[in-house]
């Protein structure tokens, strides 16, 4: 039952929250306080920069540059820099963090001249990049237990599994469950005050080879982890960031701005879709998958009111849309020709081109008389859709006329009121119509949750700003 389990909250701190002295005393502070009446789980990213580090030292070992040294050097300066300011050093702890970072400098090196020898892959580059969280988790729970508290590090390849998809691998949530209840539960049951620090990033394949989980990945870990832990324990993530939570529109964009309280995973999802990076997309997929409460808050004041918190509800008010967002930089593909009726497959084909091809496509739009699809992609994937189409046995024929706009964003109106209430798309036709912003496509997802507008760059910044003041700055 669900009265009977335990509350557990899972934290997940960012490189941003663990850059300085000040930053782990303002973890120890946290840790503390939500100690007093629940469990707490860690989920640790690599300390702020490191992993660009890594991704620069694999890079050059690969091309054997001459700096590889200077790279390793850095690395290991800069984590050992920090152990010194943060342990003192005739603590028991600090030898212990010392050797692990000399082993992990020193397997990094082994893995650098490993990597002249074979030929580059993804399942290497995964391990490289790895290293930057198996050091920090180690760091901070050691630093956790020299300031008294009860930690242990465990490294996530143990407990989390995925598919082999290295660089963006997507986690097999049965399997992880069950390594979660054979490895992780058990050392939980153990001791209601340890705390047990997880490597955010990566995870392992079938095969036992580390993989990356892509943009995000720290914050998707804590997601997989609560997943895998809520059949035992009543489960929350708090995602701390240097930011407060989900605004309503993009202060680099738009004049006025404020936090978004409660949110639905659902509307959450479409934001994050939409380029709000706050978290990623799939990340509060699993979150509701698992109906997992999640907070995001701000790292330098957690004991705020001002936060964001995502649960499965959708709250109906006057807030009919909660959001507007927008995509500055994209490029429009329209495929037209009136031979396209007849020639059953063109849209499958098309998608299974763009697909293969890592292609990702951020709006789709086909006019009633069914003779041309209009699709957006990202602003640097335009070149090689060009090439891809125009020498494709199939586009590439003369029936097919392909045009590309290079000079395109997308602005968007969200919230979970376009369910629910008429003349949210004619609202933005006219607001934007009445200051001569012309739409040159449209969209809305099957979830209907957004209502998307295709527009001219030029008037990316004007269209955010018109229609927040028609949605949201209404007094």
């Known amino acids: 039952m669900e009265s009977s389990k335990k509350s557990l909250v899972i934290m997940k701190f960012g490189g941003s929250c663990l850059q300085n002295k000040e930053s782990y005393l303002q973890i120890t502070n946290i840790v503390k306080e939500?100690?007093?009446?629940?469990?707490?789980?860690?989920?640790?990213?690599a300390i702020k920069g490191m992993t660009n580090k890594l991704i620069n030292f694999y890079e050059k070992s690969c091309s054997e540059e001459q700096d590889c040294d200077l790279i390793i050097e850095d690395i290991y300066n800069g984590h050992f820099q920090l152990i010194n300011k943060l342990f003192d050093v005739d603590s028991s702890e600090y030898g212990?963090?010392?050797?692990?970072?000399?082993?992990?400098?020193?397997?990094?090196?082994?893995?650098?001249s490993l990597i002249k020898l074979i030929r580059p892959s993804a399942d290497i580059y995964d391990l490289f990049v790895s290293y930057g969280e198996r050091l920090s988790t180690f760091i901070l729970s050691n630093y956790l237990s020299s300031k008294g508290y009860k930690s242990e590090p465990m490294l996530s390849?143990?407990?989390?599994?995925?598919?082999?998809?290295?660089?963006?691998?997507?986690?097999?949530l049965e399997e992880t469950e069950d390594l979660v209840k054979e490895k992780l539960i058990p050392i939980l049951m153990s001791d209601k005050n340890l705390i047990v620090c997880v490597s955010g990033y990566f995870g392992s394949t079938k095969?036992?080879?580390?993989?990356?989980?892509?943009?995000?990945?720290?914050?998707?870990?804590?997601?997989?982890?609560?997943?895998?832990?809520?059949?035992?324990?009543?489960?929350k993530i708090i995602y701390w960031k240097d930011v407060k939570g989900f605004l309503d529109a993009d202060p680099r964009v738009a004049e006025k701005t404020s936090l978004i309280k409660r949110i639905s995973y659902k509307e959450a999802k479409e934001l994050a879709f939409f380029g709000t990076k706050v978290l990623h997309p799939l990340c509060l997929d699993i979150?509701?998958?698992?109906?997992?409460?999640?907070?995001?808050?701000?790292?330098?004041?957690?004991?705020?009111?001002?936060?964001?918190?995502?649960?499965?509800?959708?709250?109906?008010?006057?807030?009919?849309?909660?959001?507007?967002?927008?995509?500055?930089?994209?490029?429009?593909?329209?495929i037209e020709g009136d031979t396209m009726i007849p020639l059953s497959g063109t849209a499958s084909k098309l998608f299974s081109l763009l697909g293969e091809n890592n292609i990702n496509i951020v709006?789709?739009?086909?006019?009633?008389?069914?003779?041309?699809?209009?699709f957006g992609i990202e602003y640097e994937d335009s070149m090689k859709v060009s090439f891809l189409l125009r020498n494709s046995n199939y586009f590439g024929e003369e029936w097919f006329k392909i045009k590309i706009d290079h000079?395109?964003?997308?602005?968007?109106?969200?919230?979970?009121?376009?369910?629910?209430?008429?003349?949210?798309?004619?609202?933005?036709?006219?607001?934007?119509?009445?200051?001569?912003?012309?739409?040159?496509?449209?969209?809305?997802?099957?979830?209907?949750?957004?209502?998307?507008?295709?527009?001219?760059?030029?008037?990316?910044r004007k269209a955010v700003n018109v229609l927040y003041n028609a949605f949201i700055n209404r007094k």
Not at 96 to 112: A, F, P
Not at 363 to 374: A, H, M
Not at 410 to 439: E, H, M, R, W
């Open 363 to 374: 709006f789709i739009s086909q006019s009633s008389s069914e003779n041309n699809i209009t």
């Open 287 to 334: 979150n509701e998958k698992g109906e997992i409460p999640s907070e995001v808050r701000f790292f330098y004041e957690p004991e705020s009111e001002d936060f964001t918190m995502i649960t499965k509800e959708i709250v109906q008010d006057d807030n009919v849309i909660k959001a507007i967002t927008s995509m500055e930089k994209l490029s429009m593909v329209t």
């Open 157 to 172: 390849d143990k407990i989390i599994r995925t598919d082999d998809n290295f660089g963006r691998a997507l986690p097999l």
């Open 207 to 235: 095969d036992n080879k580390i993989s990356t989980l892509g943009r995000g990945g720290s914050d998707l870990s804590a997601a997989i982890i609560a997943y895998a832990l809520h059949s035992a324990y009543l489960c």
């Open 96 to 112: 212990g963090v010392l050797e692990l970072l000399q082993k992990n400098i020193e397997d990094l090196k082994h893995l650098g």
């Open 407 to 460: 000079e395109i964003s997308l602005v968007a109106v969200i919230g979970a009121g376009i369910l629910y209430t008429p003349g949210i798309a004619g609202k933005v036709f006219t607001s934007l119509g009445d200051n001569q912003i012309n739409i040159k496509a449209i969209a809305q997802g099957s979830s209907e949750l957004n209502f998307t507008a295709i527009i001219d760059r030029e008037n990316c």
């Open 34 to 45: 939500y100690m007093k009446s629940t469990r707490v789980l860690i989920v640790v990213s």
